[in-house]
Nanobody, 124 residues
Framework: QVQLVESGVGLVQAGDSLRLSCAAS????????MGWFRRAPGKEREFVAA????????YYAGSVKGRFTISTDNAENTVYLQMNSLNPEDTAVYYC?????????????????WGQGTQVTVSS
């Protein structure tokens, strides 16, 4: 069982940066693929980024590639999402998730555990 708690609620302006954190319980954190998803107002939840168990591989949605960076700190059981050059289209509730299969990490069905979500609002 893994429990995930996101932090980093933010109200920022376009062009600003923000880092989200997701702390995981349990001793098996390093055996999970970690992902970030988001749900914008009126839209379905979408994939943002994923990182493999070892941290050696990452995968990003096209809309955030080059602006967002996912990373992990296994000693702290934490996954981060560094978000730069934010724009209003990035406004959403952001969720972290833990799963097993990096090859299918863009799909929600690949994840077994989810955080409660944290709101990010980017004003123009």
């Amino acid at each position: 069982q893994v429990q995930l708690v996101e932090s980093g609620v933010g109200l920022v302006q376009a062009g600003d940066s923000l880092r989200l954190s997701c702390a995981a319980s349990g001793r098996t954190f390093s055996t999970y693929v970690m992902g970030w998803f988001r749900r914008a107002p009126g839209k379905e939840r979408e994939f943002v980024a994923a990182i493999s168990e070892s941290g050696s591989s990452t995968y990003y949605a096209g809309s955030v590639k080059g602006r967002f960076t996912i990373s992990t700190d296994n000693a702290e059981n934490t996954v981060y999402l560094q978000m730069n050059s934010l724009n209003p289209e990035d406004t959403a509730v952001y969720y972290c998730a833990a799963g097993r299969f990096f090859d299918s990490s863009r799909y929600e069905s690949s994840y077994n555990y989810w955080g409660q979500g944290t709101q990010v609002t980017v004003s123009s």
